[in-house]
């Protein structure tokens, strides 16, 4: 009698586990049937190019001073992360990225940080050579912190808030890119920038999103975007001239995911990694850039057509880490050769 009890037991058991194991998979989700886009490596919808991006990836142009008077703002703000999505997001000067800020090697920087939201933060400049506990230190409610520095190394740098824990901070919004241009210039060309980042967010009541440290801790964005939106260069791809050559300066914010940056259907020239100006990579097809890191990417588009960029990491891409150059024959002679 014991015995049949037992196994009656048993084979219930196995009976609603064998259920919740069914349920769980039907609840599991699927990858999409059909593609966004009719274009390779087409992870999210394309469209016009007529129409700019709400976020202008067009870097700033370089500045003649050698001087600079920077002031940044923290606030805490509303901002859009992708089509019908609000997130509340901590910002540098009311933006996800920050604005990119433009110096040159060897400018004297002299930089004035204002916290207008309700915690402590701070900014961390990976372009500045200055001791943390005296520039970087937690700048409290209401208050402002005033630091020099010279920006002796050139390259593309990544700015943050350090205020721990950083992580948070990070993935709550506040980054942004500083480029240091060779005292001696750059070639001509188009030239954009480019933040990688991520957001791992849970719904409020009110459909806003919020910060998910779970999701955070275990390395599981809901999104990963370029200039912090969803395939925003998708939506509105980027106009650029056949043969001209581009200059990509891609900083990644992290604060936990590699980018590995490529362009479908080119070839970069010349890839400068962080600071480095002497032997820069050659006719490489991706390129690794750390969290924390940056590179410049030199290349051309040799044809008319919709060339996409992305994390070639491609769980991120389908998450939103996709653009498009829409390449077009230019109408000024002389201007349609491969420059290299």
């Not at 609000?86 to 090697?105: C, H, I």
């Not at 409290?140 to 390259?155: E, I, K, N, T, W």
Request: net charge neutral; glycine share 8%.
């Amino acid at each position: 009698m014991r015995g049949a009890a037992v196994l009656c037991f048993v084979t219930m058991v196995l009976l609603v586990g064998c259920r919740e194991k069914r349920e769980a998979l039907e609840n599991e989700p699927a990858p999409p049937a059909t593609a966004p886009a009719n274009v390779s490596h087409g992870e999210a919808a394309v469209g016009s190019p007529d129409q700019p991006a709400p976020i202008d990836p067009v870097a700033p142009p370089r500045s003649t001073s050698r001087h600079h008077r920077l002031r940044i703002e923290i606030a805490h703000k509303k901002i859009t992360i992708a089509e019908g999505v609000t997130y509340d997001a901590w910002t540098f000067d009311n933006r996800v990225p920050g604005p990119v800020l433009r110096v040159t090697e060897g400018d004297t920087v002299d930089f004035t940080l204002v916290n207008s939201a309700p915690m402590p933060h701070s900014l961390d400049f990976h372009a500045a050579e200055i001791a943390p506990n005296r520039a970087y230190r937690n700048l409290m409610p209401h208050d402002s912190l005033s630091y020099r520095f010279v920006a002796r190394v050139p390259g593309a740098f990544m700015y943050h808030c350090g205020t721990a824990p950083v992580a948070l901070h990070i993935a709550n919004g506040m980054y942004g890119a500083i480029i240091v241009d060779p005292r001696q210039g750059r070639p001509a060309a188009k030239e954009f920038v480019f933040v990688q980042s991520e957001f791992y967010t849970k719904m409020l009541a009110d459909s806003t999103r919020m910060i998910d440290w779970d999701k955070l801790l275990s390395l599981a964005p809901d999104y990963v975007v370029f200039n912090g939106r969803e395939a925003e260069y998708a939506k509105h791809p980027i106009p650029v001239r056949v043969g001209e050559k581009l200059r990509l300066y891609v900083v990644n914010a992290g604060p936990n995911r590699f980018s590995a940056f490529h362009v479908v259907g080119a070839i970069f020239d010349r890839v400068f990694m962080d600071g480095s100006l002497a032997h820069p990579l050659e006719g490489v097809q991706t390129v690794t850039v750390p969290v924390g890191g940056g590179a410049i990417f030199e290349t051309h588009l040799v044809e008319p057509g919709t060339y996409p960029f992305v994390s070639h990491a491609f769980a991120d891409a389908t998450k939103g880490a996709v653009g498009m150059f829409e390449a077009q024959i230019s109408e000024r002679p002389g201007e349609t050769r491969p420059q290299r």
